[in-house]
């Protein structure tokens, strides 16, 4: 029976890698990346940049190969409507928290790492680690910087503004925001070793702001 250490390894190859699991009925383990590892691989192909999601198509052809190969189920988080329930998921296999910003945190990596699919197998995986007892990082965090950096505050303790944080991106291209990643995101002090890269960080700016719905 393959064991979760020897999946792990099998995704390296491409910049993923497992980021905790849990039986129920079935086990399910999550795919991720932590850090740019993942974009220094993406993108290397002309069928990389497959529209209208180049990152989402190049993430389901590399899993479904391997879920194949794994004769496992392969789940994503962008398949819906009804989505998959990742963020559900995450809090219960892996050690990350709620953020003022919304994404996860981890205490290690900070904001700086995400959930790209899950593999779930109608049989146990040996291996899969417990998730380790610790506690937010956002508990200790006295100073917030994340909430005071965005330059059009559309992140409150309220919540977070999307038409106004996806109105000034695209009046202000060449905006550090833009070209470097979220200021706010950047900000937060724990992980910062593991940033994205500023063209990785970009990469995900820009397919933001292409979701903006079009104005009549």
Same mark, same amino acid.
């Given at each position: 029976m393959?064991?979760?250490? %020897?999946?792990?390894?099998?995704?390296?190859?491409?910049?993923f890698c497992l980021r905790g699991g849990f039986t129920d009925k079935l086990t399910t383990l999550l795919v991720g990346n932590v850090g740019s590892d993942i974009w220094k691989l993406f993108g290397q192909q002309y069928d990389d940049w497959m529209e209208p999601d180049p990152l989402d198509h190049w993430t389901r052809d590399h899993l479904v190969r391997l879920a194949d190969e794994l004769d496992c189920k392969v789940v994503f988080p962008f398949d819906g409507p009804a989505y998959a329930p990742f963020q559900k998921w995450a809090m219960k296999a892996d050690?990350?928290?709620?953020?003022? #910003?919304?994404?996860?945190?981890?205490?290690?990596?900070?904001?700086?790492?995400?959930?790209?699919?899950?593999?779930?197998?109608?049989?146990?995986?040996?291996?899969?680690?417990?998730?380790?007892? #610790?506690?937010?990082?956002?508990?200790?965090? %006295?100073?917030?910087?994340?909430?005071?950096?965005?330059?059009?505050?559309?992140?409150?303790?309220?919540?977070?503004?999307?038409?106004?944080?996806?109105?000034?991106?695209?009046?202000?291209?060449?905006?550090?925001?833009?070209?470097?990643?979220?200021?706010?995101?950047?900000?937060?002090?724990?992980?910062?070793?593991?940033?994205?890269?500023p063209a990785h960080? %970009?990469?995900?700016?820009?397919?933001?702001?292409?979701?903006a719905p079009l104005k009549p």
């Open positions: 393959i064991s979760y250490n %020897q999946i792990d390894d099998m995704l390296k190859p491409v910049g050690c990350v928290f709620p953020s003022p #910003l919304g994404p996860l945190i981890h205490p290690v990596y900070g904001l700086w790492h995400a959930y790209r699919g899950a593999f779930v197998f109608e049989h146990p995986i040996k291996g899969i680690p417990p998730k380790p007892k #610790l506690t937010s990082p956002c508990e200790r965090c %006295q100073k917030k910087p994340c909430l005071k950096t965005c330059p059009v505050g559309a992140f409150t303790v309220d919540g977070y503004n999307v038409p106004d944080c996806m109105d000034y991106l695209g009046r202000h291209l060449d905006s550090d925001c833009m070209t470097l990643g979220c200021l706010a995101r950047r900000a937060c002090p724990v992980g910062e070793k593991f940033s994205y890269h960080g %970009q990469f995900h700016m820009d397919r933001f702001l292409r979701s």
